[in-house]
């Protein structure tokens, strides 16, 4: 579905500040994949969601995306592809704007924007239904604006935001972190509940190795711009924690090794 | 009576001005885009204007030339800043400065009489005289500024409303989130300072129409008394959050304005010193709604320092 050949990132190129980011990567992403990423701080997950959507262009290697070399494409042109929920809760909606026109410009991702009136009463009525399903009274709110929102309630709205209309695939860059644990565990637990529902492909960052190990159905460890390890189906699920940070220590030449892997 | 009079005025002219003031807050608070090209582009919907009635073009059409050639003011900031990446601030005033030049060639010289022309006050004056109403020509402007505004809400609350509009709402607020949605946040831009440099371009055609000239200096700080609008409607309207109301507010910024620029004038205070005291308003005015926030900081710290003594 998404193929990943030799994909170079290096930031700063030719100043002291040079840092190569992505060093050769590649990964093969199945349909249905629900793909958990873990790794250090800088270990270059961020990066590589980035250069999949196109935030900025990678130095070399392709991005293929069900058989088309997207890797030249400015970030808006792959938009219709992709799903995005940040780690900032406020980066992935607009603050000023209502609730419902915030799930109006998200309905549109990636389709060409006319002269119709923005939002319709039919679209209401589907976000009202929608928003139910979170579970957090958001479906009366429909009117509000997203900045009086708490930053659990507007994270949980960018993920209905971000699979309204089923992206081919849906990145998720540790949009729990920035959450209470009671929020994250519901906003983990919603998120899992969407991707199953609507049979999703996912790429989840989190420092949570529990969370990594509990959700999707594979699991990538990344470090110094590569993935170093790989792992599905039942020997992830028979995965404890401390095996991820033994195999860490082992994968990584024992370097570098952070608490910020425990999360 | 000579203050109702000049009250008068003030409406007219907060009115008029208040489609400029209209303009720039679609770019300083809708986009969040410092747009400098202001007092370059009100000159040129004057000059315009001037120029095409000079030249026999009935004044309503001069008037829709003026707003395209705002349009376009608006689209060579947009594509300094967009295409050559040039920072929006320096973008605006380099559109600004050179519009100066271009002004002084619109209209061939530093100055244009429209006084024994025709313009869109005028003819209604005299429409309106013909049906046996005799109106002051601060009457008949009033009634011209109240049509454009309306018009122009209304043609903006619908065009802000559209798919389009949203989401160049939403590049005011995260261009992030907007690009991840499939929108070139170039073209947003683009398309904000095309229709707000129209508007102000409009501002600058009914302006000097009203004023019976168009000066190429016309313009000088055009801008602070834009801003000056937009926050002196801010704070006397704080509570509003509807887009609809807010431009609203707006407008009526613009003519309390207005008003305490004639009242001051019949206080004694010279013309001179206008810009001045414009200064001075908008810093008044930026700064009233943080001292009034931290002052209730203030009062709430004190109030938990109580009752934490008291408990
Ligand atoms: N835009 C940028 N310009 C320069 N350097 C960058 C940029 N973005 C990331 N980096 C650097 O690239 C490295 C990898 O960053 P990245 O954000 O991908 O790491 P990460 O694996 O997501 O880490 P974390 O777990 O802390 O989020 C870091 O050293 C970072 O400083
Ligand atoms: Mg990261």
């Known amino acids: 579905m998404l193929q990943i050949e030799n994909l170079t990132k290096t930031f700063d190129p030719g100043t002291v500040n040079e840092k190569k980011v992505i060093d050769r990567l590649n990964l093969q992403i199945s349909a249905g994949d629900f793909i958990t990423v873990i790794g250090g701080n800088g270990a270059g997950k961020s990066t590589m969601l980035n250069l999949i959507c196109g935030v900025y262009p990678a130095d070399g290697g392709k991005i293929i995306l069900a058989g088309n070399e997207i890797q030249d494409m400015p970030e808006h042109k792959r938009a219709k592809d992709f799903g995005r929920v940040f ?30 009136w923005g939002i319709s009463e039919e679209e209401r009525e589907l976000y009202r239904k929608r928003l139910a399903t979170l579970g957090l009274g958001l479906e009366d709110r429909l009117n509000d604006k997203i900045g009086l929102l708490s930053g659990g309630q507007r994270q949980a709205v960018t993920l209905l935001m971000a699979t309204l209309n089923a992206p081919k695939l849906l990145l998720l860059d540790e949009h729990t972190a920035a959450l209470d644990p009671n929020t994250a565990e519901i906003v983990l637990n919603l998120t899992d509940q969407i991707i199953r529902e609507q049979k999703l492909t996912a790429l989840m960052v989190t420092h949570n190795m529990q969370a990594a190990i509990d959700h999707g159905n594979r699991l990538i460890m990344m470090d110094k711009g590569n993935i170093i390890y790989d792992v599905r189906g039942p020997e992830k699920q028979k995965l404890k924690v401390e095996d991820l940070l033994r195999l860490f220590q082992e994968l990584s030449g024992g370097s570098g090794f952070s608490d910020s892997m425990l999360g | 009576m000579q203050f109702l009079l000049a009250v008068e005025g003030a409406i007219a002219q907060g009115l ?76 605006g005033i380099l559109t600004q400065i050179s519009l100066y030049s271009i002004n002084l060639r619109i209209l061939g010289r530093a100055n244009q009489q429209l006084l024994q022309y025709d313009t869109i006050f005028k003819q209604l004056q005299n429409l309106l005289a013909e049906i046996g109403l005799k109106l002051s020509s601060d009457r008949v402007a009033i009634i011209i500024g109240l049509i454009f505004v309306t018009i122009v809400i209304v043609v903006l609350y619908w065009f802000f409303g559209t798919e389009i509009g949203s989401i160049i709402r939403a590049t005011g607020n ?138």
Not at chain 2, 282 to 301: D, G, M, Q, T, W
């Open chain 2, 174 to 311: 995260n261009e992030a989130m907007v690009r991840a949605l499939g929108q070139n946040t170039e073209n947003t831009k683009f398309i904000a300072l095309i229709i707000a440099n129209s508007c102000i371009a409009l501002a600058g055609s009914l302006v000097g129409m009203y004023q019976g000239a168009a000066d190429v200096g016309m313009g000088a700080g055009a801008i602070v008394i834009g801003l000056a609008s937009i926050v002196i409607g801010e704070v006397i309207l704080r509570r509003v959050i509807a887009f609809g109301s807010k431009m609203v507010a707006v407008v009526i910024g613009s003519i309390i304005y207005r008003i305490i620029v004639a009242l001051v004038l019949q206080l004694g205070l010279s013309t001179n010193d206008l810009k001045l005291l414009t200064a001075i308003i908008v810093a008044l005015a930026l700064f009233l709604p943080n001292a009034v926030s931290k002052h209730n900081a203030k009062k709430a710290r004190e109030l938990a320092a109580r009752e934490t003594r008291d408990a």
């Open chain 1, 87 to 116: 780690q900032d809760p406020l980066m992935g909606t607009a603050a000023n704007m209502q609730l419902a026109e915030n799930l109006a410009l998200a309905f549109r991702r990636g389709k060409r924007r006319g002269l119709s």
């Open chain 2, 16 to 91: 008029l001005w208040s489609v400029l003031a209209l303009g720039s807050y679609l770019t300083f608070r809708l986009l969040n885009f410092t747009d400098m090209t202001v007092d370059g582009s009100f000159t040129t919907g004057a000059c315009v204007t001037a120029i095409c009635i000079v030249n026999g073009i009935p004044p309503i059409l001069a008037l829709l030339v003026s707003l395209l050639a705002g349009g376009i003011a608006g689209a060579i900031t947009g594509f300094l800043h967009n295409k050559l990446e040039i920072p929006e601030v320096l973008a």
